[in-house]
């Protein structure tokens, strides 16, 4: 299994229904972070979470992180059709050198039927 | 804040010509860029790694001599797909770090080889 993998890898809903995207990964991690795409387009991000949280919030999102499962949940409360793009959840670790690397899941394809 | 710019975001090319994307931090100086690959509904790729003034670092089964990287400047990383065949037609992503944890990412190009 790849780095980060998403579930489900579809998911729809209904205009106002909470929306539960799930993440697992397989290796230690320094933060995991989530990522908004719109069809075609860039990433845009939403949330970052680190090793040592195990709970965040932004706004209608509420990300969780369990790192003795390896496992981290994406929440979006009272979903609206704007939410309707791909989720991707990300886990950074240190990659060749100094740098970060970041690898990303295959993402869940949301779609909030208005 | 953290603004990263491509150039283009678009790009048509006959099969056998080269095509180079731009990448620019605008607001930051960029110690480090990436370059991502995303194929239709699929998820992004790290495709390789740049330090301003080094060569860069490429992902297993990334073709170094097919996608050359250059990181000139602290603003600027340019990928140039050489020699580019229709398989090569994807999404291509940089994004920029200044040496931390946290990537900012670019709009993304639309490559499509005929």
């Known amino acids: 299994s790849q780095q980060g993998e998403e579930d489900p890898q579809a998911l729809s809903i209904q205009e106002g229904e909470n929306a539960t995207m799930n993440c697992s990964y397989k290796?230690?991690?320094?933060?995991l972070q989530w990522y908004r795409q719109n069809s075609g387009r860039g990433l845009v991000h939403l949330i970052l979470i680190r090793s040592n949280e195990r709970e965040k919030h932004s706004g209608r999102l509420r990300v969780t992180l369990d790192t003795s499962k390896k496992s981290s949940s994406l929440l979006i409360t009272a979903s609206r059709a704007a939410d309707t793009a791909s989720y991707f959840c990300a886990t950074i670790s240190r990659g060749g050198g100094s740098n970060y690397k970041l690898t990303f899941g295959k993402g869940t394809l949301l779609t909030v039927n208005p | 804040g953290a603004v990263v710019s491509q150039h283009p975001s678009r790009v048509i090319c006959k099969s056998g010509t080269s095509v180079k994307i731009e990448c620019r931090s605008l607001d930051f100086q960029a110690t480090t860029m990436f370059w991502y690959r995303q194929f239709p509904k699929q998820s992004l790729m790290l495709m390789a790694t740049?330090?301003?003034?080094?060569?860069?670092?490429?992902e297993q089964g990334v073709e170094k001599d097919k996608f050359l990287i250059n990181h000139a400047s602290l603003t600027l990383s340019t990928l140039t797909v050489t020699s580019a065949h229709p398989e090569d037609s994807s999404f291509y992503i940089c994004s920029a770090s200044t040496g931390g944890d946290e990537q900012f990412f670019g709009p993304g190009t639309r490559l499509t080889v005929l």
């Open positions: 290796t230690s991690i320094n933060n």
């Open positions: 740049s330090n301003e003034g080094s060569k860069a670092t490429y």
